[in-house]
C-alpha cells in the first residue's frame, strides 16, 4: 500500500480527538464486509433478515431523534458569511471547529475507528473525487460499501496526493442538542457529529457530493447537481439522456427506475437508469454537457414503493439491501406502508414496540409501522434497468434538463423555457411541498431552486450565476422544461396518472429537443398543443387534457410575487439576467 503521509497525518490528528480502542481500514474486501457484518449483527447495530426470502439484507432502526436529515443544524462554515448566502446555516470555522471538536473529544472511546476511502465516480475518472471517511458506526461502513466505491483500488489512485475531502463522522451520544453537521468548503472538509441516520452521516452523499461538490464544481467549472439521469431508447433504438431535479421524496427514484406504460412498451421504448440522486456534469470537448452519476447504490424512500409504483425498484432491494426505519415482521422480512399485499398482523415497529394494523396514535390516525422517511440501501447494479453506460468514465450527453416538483394547481404539466436564461430562471424559482425527507411541517409549501436549497454549499443566488455561465460556454446547451406530475382538481383528485405514464412527458421534451413535437407559446413557456402528446391507451377526457396545459395567468402573477421576495434575499448577488426574465414573465403576463 502506497504510503500516504498526508492522509495518515490527519487520521493520527482525528484519533487523537477522539480516541478510539483501535482504528481499522476498510479494503473494500467480501471477506472484510462478511466480518463487519457478522459484529455488527453480534452487537444488535444490524439484525440479519430471513436468508430464504431476502438473502444478503439487513434490518436497523435509528434513535427515534434521529430520523431525517436535520437541516436547522446542517452549516456552511466560510470565513466570509456572504459566501454562504441567505439560505444557508453559517458559522464562522474557527468556532465551528471548536464547538464540534467538544463533541467529538473522547466520542470514541470504546469504539473503533474505520477509515473508509472512497471514489465518488468510477475510479480515476476525470469526472470523479476521492474522500475518506472516517467513522464509529459499522452501519455506516456497511451503507458506504453499498453507495460508493471504496478501498484499496481508491487509495491507489488517491497516491501521495492529499487531495481528498476530509470526512469525521462520529455517533457521539445521537443527542440532538450536540448534533451538528458541518462543512468547510475552504478545507475541503465535513465533520458530523451526533447523529446516525443515512442523510447526515452518509458523508459521501449530500454533504460531498453536492454542499461541498458543489463548491469544487463552481471553482473548476462543472456542475454538481441533485438530479437523476435517465435514458429513453426510443424505438429506433437511439438513447437520449435527461437530467432531472426534483426535491427529495418527489419521485426522484421512481421516474429514474420508470416501466414504461404498455402503450409505449409496444412501441419499442425502453428506460435506461444512470442514476437516482445525484448527477455530476461536465462540458466535453464537443461543447455538450455530459454527466455520471457518481454514486454506486440507493438510497431510497420506502413508504410508497410498490410493484405499481416502482416495480424495478422492488427487484432491486430483494437481496443485499440494508433496510432502516421500516417495520420487522414476525418473520424476519419488512414492511412499510404501502408496500403490496395486505399489512401483517403484527410486527415491530420502527421505534422497536410491538405493532398492529388497528393501532392508532395520539391524534386517533393509524399508527404507522414505518417511518415516513424509512430508507433502503441497495446497490445500483442490481437495478433490472441499470444503464450500461453506468460505469463509464466519460458519462452520458444530456440532451434535456428537466426541473419538477409538487405544484398542486399552479404549474402545468409540462413547459419548455424560452431559452436557457429563461430555463435558469425556471430552475430557480422551482417550488414544491415540503416532504417526509426534510426538517418542517410536512406539506409546507417552500420554494426550492434546482432542487438544491438544503444542497449548495455556497450562495444561492453565485449559484444562480454559475448556471447562467455554464451555458455561455456551451456550444449545445441542453433544453430546458419544468414538470409538474401532481396537479389537482378542486376536489383534491390528481388529473395525472404518473408513475410509468410520465414517460409519455419524456417523449415529448425529447421530441422538442430535436424540433419534432408541436407546441404552443404561452406567458411561461412552450406548452404543449394537446394532439402532440402520446396519450394512446390512456383514456382522459379532453377537458382533463386542458386542465392539465393550462395556464392560469392570475395565479402566475400572483406567483412573480412571491418569486420577487424570494430573489430580495439575494440582494447584489442576484444575477440581472433573472430580474430581467421575471420582469419580462410578469410582461407577458399582463400584455400577452
Known amino acids: 500500500m502506497i504510503k500516504n503521509q498526508v492522509l495518515e497525518s490527519w487520521i493520527k490528528e482525528c484519533a487523537t480527538l477522539c480516541q478510539p480502542d483501535s482504528i481499522v481500514w476498510i479494503d473494500g474486501s467480501e471477506q472484510q464486509r462478511d466480518a463487519l457484518r457478522a459484529e455488527a449483527c453480534a452487537t444488535g447495530e444490524i439484525l440479519q433478515l430471513n436468508p430464504d426470502k431476502l438473502p444478503g439484507c439487513y434490518y436497523h432502526r435509528t434513535a427515534k431523534n434521529d430520523v431525517a436529515r436535520t437541516e436547522h443544524l446542517t452549516y456552511i462554515c466560510t470565513t466570509d458569511k456572504d459566501e454562504a448566502g441567505p439560505t444557508n446555516n453559517w458559522m464562522p470555522p474557527k468556532e465551528a471547529y471548536q464547538k464540534a471538536a467538544e463533541i467529538f473529544k473522547g466520542s470514541m472511546r470504546g469504539r473503533t475507528m474505520y477509515v473508509i476511502p472512497f471514489s465518488l465516480g468510477p475510479v480515476g475518472s476525470v469526472f470523479s473525487k ?4 472516517l467513522t464509529d458506526s459499522i452501519y455506516v461502513v456497511l451503507n458506504m460499501l453499498i453507495m460508493v466505491r471504496c478501498g484499496n483500488e481508491v487509495l491507489e489512485v488517491l497516491g501521495e496526493s492529499g487531495d481528498f475531502t476530509r470526512c469525521l463522522h462520529s455517533k457521539a451520544d445521537l443527542d440532538e442538542k450536540r448534533r451538528l453537521i458541518l462543512h468547510f468548503p475552504e478545507d475541503n472538509t465535513i465533520w458530523s457529529v451526533g447523529s446516525g441516520y443515512g442523510g447526515n452521516v452518509l458523508l459521501s452523499k449530500k454533504c460531498m457530493a453536492l454542499r461541498i461538490g458543489s463548491a469544487m464544481a463552481r471553482k473548476e467549472g462543472w456542475l454538481a447537481e441533485h438530479m437523476l439521469i435517465l435514458g429513453v431508447e426510443a424505438p429506433s433504438g437511439r438513447i437520449e439522456y435527461v437530467a432531472a431535479a426534483f426535491p427529495s421524496a418527489c419521485g426522484k427514484t421512481n421516474l429514474a427506475m420508470l416501466v414504461p406504460p404498455e402503450g409505449l412498451t409496444r412501441k419499442g421504448y425502453r428506460i435506461w437508469t444512470v442514476g437516482d440522486d445525484i448527477a455530476w456534469m461536465r462540458i466535453d470537448t464537443d461543447g455538450k454537457l455530459w454527466g455520471i452519476n457518481p454514486e454506486a447504490g440507493f438510497f431510497g424512500v420506502a413508504p410508497g414503493t410498490n410493484t405499481k409504483t416502482n416495480p424495478n425498484a422492488m427487484a432491486t432491494v430483494r437481496r443485499n439491501t440494508i433496510f432502516t426505519n421500516v417495520l420487522l415482521r414476525d418473520n424476519k422480512t419488512v414492511w412499510w406502508e404501502g408496500m403490496d399485499g395486505d399489512p401483517p398482523e403484527s410486527g415491530i415497529d420502527w421505534k422497536g414496540d410491538h405493532w398492529t394494523p388497528d393501532m392508532l396514535d ?18 445500483f447494479t442490481q437495478c433490472p434497468s441499470a444503464s450500461f453506460r453506468w460505469e463509464h468514465h466519460h458519462g452520458v450527453p444530456i440532451s434535456a434538463v428537466v426541473f419538477g416538483g409538487r405544484r398542486a394547481r399552479l404549474a402545468p404539466l409540462v413547459y419548455q423555457s424560452y431559452s ?21 411541517k410536512l406539506g409546507e409549501v417552500r420554494r426550492d431552486p434546482m432542487a438544491m436549497l438544503p444542497f449548495c454549499g455556497y450562495n444561492t443566488a453565485d449559484y444562480f450565476q454559475h448556471w ?30 404518473g408513475y410509468g405514464e410520465n414517460l409519455r412527458v419524456l417523449e415529448w421534451v425529447l421530441d422538442r429537443c430535436r424540433g419534432e413535437a408541436d407546441a404552443v407559446a404561452t406567458p411561461i413557456g412552450y406548452v404543449p398543443t394537446p394532439d402532440s402528446l402520446d396519450l394512446t391507451g390512456l383514456e382522459l377526457p379532453p377537458k382533463i387534457i386542458e386542465e392539465l396545459l393550462r395556464v392560469d395567468r392570475q395565479q402566475w402573477l400572483a406567483e412573480t410575487d412571491s418569486v420577487r421576495e424570494f430573489f430580495d434575499q439575494f440582494g447584489d448577488h442576484l444575477p440581472h439576467a433573472l430580474v430581467d426574465e421575471l420582469d419580462s414573465l410578469k410582461r407577458r403576463l399582463v400584455t400577452g
Open 468 to 497: 447562467l455561465l455554464m451555458g455561455q460556454r456551451m456550444k449545445k446547451p441542453p433544453k430546458i422544461f419544468h414538470v409538474n406530475w401532481f396537479r389537482q382538481d378542486e376536489e383534491g383528485e390528481y388529473l395525472w396518472p
Open 130 to 133: 476521492i474522500g475518506v471517511e
Open 362 to 379: 395520539e391524534k386517533k390516525k393509524p399508527l404507522p409501522g414505518a417511518h415516513p422517511n424509512a430508507r433502503f440501501t441497495a446497490p
Open 420 to 440: 436557457w436564461q429563461h430555463g435558469v430562471f425556471v430552475g430557480a424559482t422551482m417550488a414544491s411541498e415540503r416532504t417526509a425527507a426534510q426538517y418542517g
